[in-house]
Protein backbone atom coordinates (compact mmCIF):
# COMPACT_ATOMS: atom_id res chain seq x y z
CA UNK A 1 0.00 0.00 0.00
CA UNK A 2 1.53 3.39 -0.89
CA UNK A 3 1.60 6.25 1.63
CA UNK A 4 0.41 9.67 0.83
CA UNK A 5 3.31 12.28 -0.32
CA UNK A 6 2.86 15.27 1.25
CA UNK A 7 5.24 18.29 -0.21
CA UNK A 8 6.48 21.48 0.86
CA UNK A 9 6.32 23.68 -2.07
CA UNK A 10 8.15 27.33 -2.73
CA UNK A 11 5.42 29.32 -4.80
CA UNK A 12 6.26 32.22 -6.74
CA UNK A 13 7.38 35.25 -4.48
CA UNK A 14 8.78 33.64 -2.01
CA UNK A 15 4.89 31.81 -0.50
CA UNK A 16 5.55 28.04 1.23
CA UNK A 17 2.19 25.99 0.30
CA UNK A 18 1.93 22.30 1.24
CA UNK A 19 0.10 19.90 -1.29
CA UNK A 20 -0.57 16.05 -0.67
CA UNK A 21 -0.18 13.56 -2.93
CA UNK A 22 -2.35 10.10 -2.38
CA UNK A 23 -3.26 6.96 -4.60
CA UNK A 24 -6.53 6.34 -5.38
CA UNK A 25 -7.86 2.67 -4.44
CA UNK A 26 -7.37 -0.10 -6.98
CA UNK A 27 -6.99 2.94 -9.75
CA UNK A 28 -4.52 1.42 -11.77
CA UNK A 29 -4.88 1.89 -15.42
CA UNK A 30 -2.19 0.94 -18.31
CA UNK A 31 -2.69 4.10 -19.91
CA UNK A 32 -4.66 6.26 -17.82
CA UNK A 33 -6.34 9.49 -19.59
CA UNK A 34 -8.78 11.75 -19.68
CA UNK A 35 -10.03 12.48 -16.40
CA UNK A 36 -13.75 14.04 -16.30
CA UNK A 37 -15.54 15.17 -13.34
CA UNK A 38 -19.31 14.67 -13.04
CA UNK A 39 -20.74 17.26 -10.99
CA UNK A 40 -24.57 15.30 -10.68
CA UNK A 41 -23.17 11.41 -9.51
CA UNK A 42 -19.94 13.27 -7.82
CA UNK A 43 -17.61 10.55 -9.84
CA UNK A 44 -14.49 10.83 -12.13
CA UNK A 45 -14.37 9.35 -15.38
CA UNK A 46 -11.63 8.67 -16.86
CA UNK A 47 -9.92 5.64 -19.57
CA UNK A 48 -7.72 2.82 -19.52
CA UNK A 49 -6.90 4.03 -23.29
CA UNK A 50 -4.89 0.38 -24.84
CA UNK A 51 -7.17 -1.61 -22.67
CA UNK A 52 -10.47 -0.02 -24.36
CA UNK A 53 -11.79 0.56 -20.81
CA UNK A 54 -13.67 2.78 -18.69
CA UNK A 55 -13.27 3.73 -15.15
CA UNK A 56 -15.31 5.53 -12.71
CA UNK A 57 -13.95 6.68 -9.20
CA UNK A 58 -17.12 7.19 -6.79
CA UNK A 59 -16.48 9.77 -4.42
CA UNK A 60 -18.95 8.91 -1.54
CA UNK A 61 -17.81 5.30 -1.96
CA UNK A 62 -13.72 6.12 -2.22
CA UNK A 63 -13.90 3.30 -4.65
CA UNK A 64 -12.98 2.80 -8.47
CA UNK A 65 -15.53 0.86 -10.76
CA UNK A 66 -14.23 -0.46 -14.40
CA UNK A 67 -15.84 -1.64 -17.32
CA UNK A 68 -14.70 -3.16 -21.02
CA UNK A 69 -16.19 -1.90 -23.87
CA UNK A 70 -17.41 -5.02 -26.02
CA UNK A 71 -15.86 -5.45 -29.04
CA UNK A 72 -13.25 -2.21 -28.80
CA UNK A 73 -9.80 -2.07 -27.70
CA UNK A 74 -9.10 1.59 -27.71
CA UNK A 75 -10.98 3.57 -25.22
CA UNK A 76 -9.10 7.65 -25.87
CA UNK A 77 -11.78 9.76 -23.84
CA UNK A 78 -15.13 9.68 -22.30
CA UNK A 79 -17.45 12.50 -22.02
CA UNK A 80 -20.74 12.24 -20.54
CA UNK A 81 -23.48 13.04 -22.80
CA UNK A 82 -26.30 15.57 -21.27
CA UNK A 83 -29.53 14.57 -20.45
CA UNK A 84 -28.71 10.70 -20.77
CA UNK A 85 -26.98 9.64 -17.57
CA UNK A 86 -26.17 6.17 -18.95
CA UNK A 87 -24.53 7.58 -22.08
CA UNK A 88 -20.98 8.26 -23.13
CA UNK A 89 -19.12 9.67 -25.87
CA UNK A 90 -15.74 7.83 -26.34
CA UNK A 91 -13.39 7.69 -28.70
CA UNK A 92 -12.87 4.02 -30.33
CA UNK A 93 -10.22 4.15 -32.79
CA UNK A 94 -10.92 6.89 -35.35
CA UNK A 95 -14.78 7.21 -34.29
CA UNK A 96 -16.80 8.67 -31.71
CA UNK A 97 -19.39 6.49 -30.35
CA UNK A 98 -21.95 6.24 -27.91
CA UNK A 99 -21.27 3.54 -24.97
CA UNK A 100 -23.96 2.67 -22.71
CA UNK A 101 -22.92 2.04 -19.34
CA UNK A 102 -24.67 2.26 -15.17
CA UNK A 103 -21.44 2.91 -13.96
CA UNK A 104 -21.41 -0.29 -12.43
CA UNK A 105 -21.08 -3.54 -14.68
CA UNK A 106 -17.97 -4.93 -15.56
CA UNK A 107 -18.97 -4.93 -19.70
CA UNK A 108 -20.53 -1.96 -21.99
CA UNK A 109 -21.90 -2.06 -24.93
CA UNK A 110 -21.50 0.87 -27.95
CA UNK A 111 -25.01 1.62 -28.98
CA UNK A 112 -24.26 4.19 -32.47
CA UNK A 113 -21.44 5.75 -33.85
CA UNK A 114 -21.62 9.69 -33.68
CA UNK A 115 -19.15 10.45 -36.08
CA UNK A 116 -15.58 8.95 -37.85
CA UNK A 117 -12.96 11.13 -38.95
CA UNK A 118 -9.68 10.02 -41.17
CA UNK A 119 -11.39 6.95 -42.37
CA UNK A 120 -8.55 6.00 -44.59
CA UNK A 121 -6.32 6.93 -41.91
CA UNK A 122 -5.62 2.99 -40.28
CA UNK A 123 -2.69 4.11 -39.05
CA UNK A 124 -4.31 7.06 -36.24
CA UNK A 125 -6.66 6.70 -33.72
CA UNK A 126 -8.39 9.85 -32.22
CA UNK A 127 -6.65 10.61 -28.46
CA UNK A 128 -7.74 13.35 -26.07
CA UNK A 129 -10.88 15.43 -26.35
CA UNK A 130 -13.26 17.92 -23.91
CA UNK A 131 -16.77 19.53 -24.35
CA UNK A 132 -16.26 22.91 -24.62
CA UNK A 133 -18.61 25.13 -22.08
CA UNK A 134 -21.35 25.51 -24.76
CA UNK A 135 -21.17 21.71 -25.15
CA UNK A 136 -19.39 21.42 -27.95
CA UNK A 137 -17.17 18.32 -28.85
CA UNK A 138 -13.53 19.22 -29.13
CA UNK A 139 -10.78 16.41 -29.89
CA UNK A 140 -8.09 15.29 -32.36
CA UNK A 141 -6.01 12.62 -33.79
CA UNK A 142 -2.36 11.29 -33.53
CA UNK A 143 -0.16 8.81 -35.80
CA UNK A 144 -0.88 5.17 -33.35
CA UNK A 145 1.52 3.07 -35.90
CA UNK A 146 4.61 4.45 -36.37
CA UNK A 147 6.92 7.40 -35.12
CA UNK A 148 3.80 10.01 -34.61
CA UNK A 149 7.10 12.46 -33.67
CA UNK A 150 7.75 12.31 -37.53
CA UNK A 151 4.38 11.65 -39.17
CA UNK A 152 2.33 14.56 -38.11
CA UNK A 153 -1.11 12.92 -39.82
CA UNK A 154 -3.30 14.01 -36.97
CA UNK A 155 -6.08 16.61 -37.07
CA UNK A 156 -7.69 18.43 -34.17
CA UNK A 157 -11.99 18.57 -34.88
CA UNK A 158 -14.81 20.30 -33.41
CA UNK A 159 -18.17 18.87 -33.94
CA UNK A 160 -21.51 19.81 -32.55
CA UNK A 161 -25.21 18.59 -32.31
CA UNK A 162 -27.40 18.92 -35.53
CA UNK A 163 -23.56 19.53 -37.32
CA UNK A 164 -20.72 18.32 -39.36
CA UNK A 165 -17.57 17.36 -37.96
CA UNK A 166 -15.24 19.81 -39.00
CA UNK A 167 -11.37 20.19 -39.08
CA UNK A 168 -10.03 23.06 -36.85
CA UNK A 169 -6.30 22.33 -37.06
CA UNK A 170 -4.08 20.48 -39.42
CA UNK A 171 -0.35 19.54 -39.70
CA UNK A 172 -1.13 17.82 -35.77
CA UNK A 173 1.36 15.29 -34.17
CA UNK A 174 -0.17 14.11 -31.44
CA UNK A 175 -3.46 15.87 -30.56
CA UNK A 176 -3.58 16.17 -26.87
CA UNK A 177 -4.50 18.59 -23.91
CA UNK A 178 -7.35 21.10 -24.25
CA UNK A 179 -8.80 24.25 -21.82
CA UNK A 180 -11.08 27.14 -22.46
CA UNK A 181 -11.27 30.41 -19.85
CA UNK A 182 -14.20 32.28 -20.56
CA UNK A 183 -12.96 35.29 -18.41
CA UNK A 184 -10.31 35.69 -20.69
CA UNK A 185 -11.43 34.07 -24.13
CA UNK A 186 -9.43 32.06 -24.48
CA UNK A 187 -9.02 28.32 -25.57
CA UNK A 188 -5.99 26.42 -24.38
CA UNK A 189 -4.27 23.35 -26.51
CA UNK A 190 -1.42 21.15 -26.84
CA UNK A 191 0.31 19.28 -29.47
CA UNK A 192 2.81 17.00 -27.44
CA UNK A 193 5.09 16.96 -30.67
CA UNK A 194 5.67 20.98 -30.42
CA UNK A 195 6.63 20.42 -26.99
CA UNK A 196 4.41 23.80 -26.01
CA UNK A 197 1.17 24.93 -24.84
CA UNK A 198 -0.73 27.13 -27.70
CA UNK A 199 -3.36 29.65 -26.34
CA UNK A 200 -6.16 30.77 -28.97
CA UNK A 201 -8.62 33.97 -28.73
CA UNK A 202 -11.97 31.90 -28.56
CA UNK A 203 -15.45 32.62 -29.53
CA UNK A 204 -17.55 30.86 -27.05
CA UNK A 205 -21.09 31.69 -29.34
CA UNK A 206 -19.64 30.26 -32.72
CA UNK A 207 -16.75 28.08 -31.41
CA UNK A 208 -14.14 29.56 -33.41
CA UNK A 209 -10.78 29.95 -32.15
CA UNK A 210 -8.35 32.46 -33.63
CA UNK A 211 -4.40 34.25 -33.11
CA UNK A 212 -2.32 30.62 -31.91
CA UNK A 213 0.56 31.95 -29.36
CA UNK A 214 2.61 29.84 -27.90
CA UNK A 215 2.45 30.79 -23.72
CA UNK A 216 4.42 28.07 -22.74
CA UNK A 217 7.28 26.23 -24.07
CA UNK A 218 8.55 22.71 -22.84
CA UNK A 219 11.79 22.35 -24.93
CA UNK A 220 15.01 21.78 -23.49
CA UNK A 221 19.06 21.85 -25.21
CA UNK A 222 18.93 18.36 -26.62
CA UNK A 223 16.18 16.95 -28.01
CA UNK A 224 16.26 13.71 -25.59
CA UNK A 225 15.89 16.05 -22.86
CA UNK A 226 12.46 17.51 -24.42
CA UNK A 227 9.67 17.71 -21.79
CA UNK A 228 6.35 16.07 -23.29
CA UNK A 229 3.29 18.10 -22.77
CA UNK A 230 0.40 16.26 -22.59
CA UNK A 231 -3.00 16.86 -20.43
CA UNK A 232 -4.77 20.07 -19.45
CA UNK A 233 -6.89 21.59 -16.76
CA UNK A 234 -7.15 24.89 -15.77
CA UNK A 235 -8.56 26.57 -12.67
CA UNK A 236 -11.06 29.63 -11.69
CA UNK A 237 -7.91 31.93 -11.64
CA UNK A 238 -6.88 31.35 -15.21
CA UNK A 239 -4.06 28.90 -14.21
CA UNK A 240 -3.27 26.07 -16.69
CA UNK A 241 -2.34 22.83 -14.71
CA UNK A 242 0.34 20.89 -17.73
CA UNK A 243 0.70 17.20 -17.17
CA UNK A 244 4.63 16.16 -18.87
CA UNK A 245 4.66 12.57 -19.72
CA UNK A 246 7.97 11.92 -18.49
CA UNK A 247 8.56 14.76 -16.31
CA UNK A 248 7.10 13.27 -12.97
CA UNK A 249 5.19 16.97 -12.91
CA UNK A 250 2.32 19.15 -13.22
CA UNK A 251 3.58 22.41 -13.59
CA UNK A 252 1.19 25.19 -12.86
CA UNK A 253 1.45 27.87 -15.14
CA UNK A 254 0.42 31.94 -15.56
CA UNK A 255 -0.60 32.04 -19.35
CA UNK A 256 -0.25 35.57 -19.44
CA UNK A 257 3.55 35.50 -18.16
CA UNK A 258 4.76 32.10 -19.26
CA UNK A 259 5.81 31.63 -15.45
CA UNK A 260 6.00 28.48 -13.70
CA UNK A 261 4.05 28.85 -10.26
CA UNK A 262 4.54 25.48 -8.84
CA UNK A 263 5.88 22.61 -9.78
CA UNK A 264 3.52 19.58 -8.52
CA UNK A 265 5.93 15.91 -8.33
CA UNK A 266 4.36 12.73 -8.58
CA UNK A 267 6.63 9.24 -7.55
CA UNK A 268 5.98 7.76 -11.15
CA UNK A 269 6.97 10.00 -14.50
CA UNK A 270 4.19 9.05 -16.89
CA UNK A 271 2.03 11.68 -16.44
CA UNK A 272 -0.99 12.06 -18.63
CA UNK A 273 -3.52 14.30 -17.38
CA UNK A 274 -5.50 16.14 -14.47
CA UNK A 275 -8.93 17.07 -13.87
CA UNK A 276 -10.32 19.00 -10.45
CA UNK A 277 -12.82 17.52 -8.94
CA UNK A 278 -14.65 16.10 -5.73
CA UNK A 279 -17.12 18.27 -3.75
CA UNK A 280 -15.84 21.88 -3.59
CA UNK A 281 -14.37 21.38 -6.89
CA UNK A 282 -10.75 21.97 -4.92
CA UNK A 283 -8.77 18.25 -5.29
CA UNK A 284 -6.69 17.08 -8.23
CA UNK A 285 -7.56 14.48 -10.17
CA UNK A 286 -4.28 13.13 -11.60
CA UNK A 287 -4.14 10.30 -14.76
CA UNK A 288 -0.71 8.37 -15.11
CA UNK A 289 0.45 5.70 -17.36
CA UNK A 290 2.73 2.56 -17.39
CA UNK A 291 4.43 2.59 -20.66
CA UNK A 292 7.36 1.01 -21.80
CA UNK A 293 7.70 -1.35 -18.87
CA UNK A 294 7.42 1.50 -16.41
CA UNK A 295 7.64 0.23 -12.42
CA UNK A 296 5.15 0.78 -10.01
CA UNK A 297 3.67 3.04 -8.89
CA UNK A 298 3.08 3.82 -12.79
CA UNK A 299 -0.51 3.62 -14.10
CA UNK A 300 -2.02 4.69 -10.32
CA UNK A 301 -4.39 7.47 -10.38
CA UNK A 302 -4.15 10.58 -7.50
CA UNK A 303 -5.74 13.08 -5.98
CA UNK A 304 -3.78 16.23 -4.73
CA UNK A 305 -5.11 18.24 -2.03
CA UNK A 306 -3.94 21.39 -0.31
CA UNK A 307 -3.91 23.59 -3.66
CA UNK A 308 -5.60 26.35 -2.74
CA UNK A 309 -7.09 26.04 -6.28
CA UNK A 310 -10.66 25.44 -7.68
CA UNK A 311 -11.24 24.56 -11.03
CA UNK A 312 -14.12 23.44 -13.55
CA UNK A 313 -16.61 20.62 -13.68
CA UNK A 314 -16.43 18.42 -16.59
CA UNK A 315 -18.95 19.86 -19.49
CA UNK A 316 -21.01 17.07 -20.70
CA UNK A 317 -21.82 16.33 -24.04
CA UNK A 318 -24.89 17.68 -26.24
CA UNK A 319 -26.22 15.16 -28.57
Not at 79 to 103: K, S, T, Y
Not at 105 to 111: E, L, Y
Not at 257 to 267: D, N, S, V, W, Y
Request: glycine letters at 10%; aromatic letters at 12%; hydrophobic letters at 35%.
Amino acid sequence: MMLLIPVIAVCLFGLTMSYKVEPLPDSYAGLGEGPHWDVARQSLYYVDLEAGSLLRYDYAQNKVYKTKIEGETLAGFVLPVEGRPQEFAVGCGRRVVIVNWDGVSPSAKVVRTLFEVQPLMEKNRLNDAKVDPRGRFFGGTMRYIGDEFEFRHGELYRWEAGGQVSVIKGDVGISNGLAWDEKAKKFYYIDTTDYEVKSYDYDFETGVASNPKVIFNLRKNSPKDHLLPDGLTIDTEGNLYVATFNGATIYKVNPNTGKILLEIKFPTKQITSAAFGGPNLDILYVTTAAKFDQPAPAGTTYKVTGLNATGYPGVNLKV
